[in-house]
């Protein structure tokens, strides 16, 4: 195995869908993963490309979005550390149904999607995981739609701020958010001006620390506090 993939393989089994794949998938995973360091503005993948790969992000942002006929961007989400992406193409005809690019340099590991459509035919148990795994992330889209409705633009930015972390992951934590603050107000569907003023309540709200692009706080109780009182679950409300 590469030194490299021997450093990062942990990305691996940290995962929640890999997670659950036998010690003879996961070398199969590792051995057949790369590497790869793109810039900022990176095009990773297009919609509707032909899919050949899915993705662990181990450093760095990646936004998915779609073109609108028009020629718009349509944000689909920001991700950062131990998202997985492009998984989805399996059930898609092997056609990415959205477009993949890096915000600022990332790091990233590459695996075959061949090796998991392998594993879903060969291992009942990881398929019906990775069923239980679409399922929650159904379930935070549809709670994201509650939260359109129900929380305020500060506790918009608590919860994804939430999403960052591990569940029960204990202080102080540190987040780096992407400089370009738009991409991030796109997503959750504010303008930039004011994405600003909900980020400067939340500080004042929650006593959380602000620095340029970083986030500092005690603990996620400073912010599941705040966040979750509008929502019908409690934090963590995906833990798998």
């Known amino acids: 195995m590469p030194k490299a993939l021997k450093i990062y393989s942990q990305d691996l089994t940290a995962n929640p869908l890999l997670s659950h794949c036998d010690e003879g998938m996961i070398q199969k995973f590792v051995s057949s993963a790369t590497i790869k360091t793109y810039p900022k503005g990176s095009v990773i993948f297009l919609q509707e490309d032909e899919a050949s790969y899915f993705y662990i992000i181990v450093d760095g942002w990646v936004k998915l979005f779609r073109e609108t006929l028009d020629g ?11 998202s997985m992406f492009g998984e989805g193409a399996i059930f898609s005809n092997n056609i990415y149904p959205h477009a993949a690019q890096t915000i600022e340099d990332a790091t990233i590991i590459r695996i075959p999607l061949l090796l998991l459509k392998d594993a879903i035919e060969e291992d009942k148990a990881f398929a019906m995981h990775m069923l239980y795994v679409m399922a929650a992330n159904r379930n935070q889209q549809d ?13 918009k930015i608590g ?6 972390c591990k ?4 202080g102080p934590i540190i987040l ?12 959750l569907g504010m303008k ?23 986030v500092t706080f005690n603990s996620v109780n400073q912010l599941s506090d ?5 929502c019908s679950s409690t934090y963590p409300c995906q833990d798998l």
């Open 72 to 82: 718009a961007e349509a944000i689909i989400d920001v991700i950062s550390l131990g």
């Open 143 to 155: 709670k994201e739609l509650e939260h359109r409705d129900l929380q305020s633009a500060p506790q």
């Open 226 to 230: 705040y966040s979750c009182s509008a």
């Open 159 to 164: 919860c994804f701020l939430l999403r960052l």
């Open 192 to 214: 930039p001006e004011t994405f600003s003023r909900a980020l400067a309540k939340l500080k004042k709200e929650t006593g959380i620390s602000i620095s340029g692009a970083t």
């Open 167 to 170: 569940p029960h992951q204990e």
């Open 176 to 187: 780096n958010l992407p400089y370009d603050k738009t991409l991030l107000a796109s997503r």
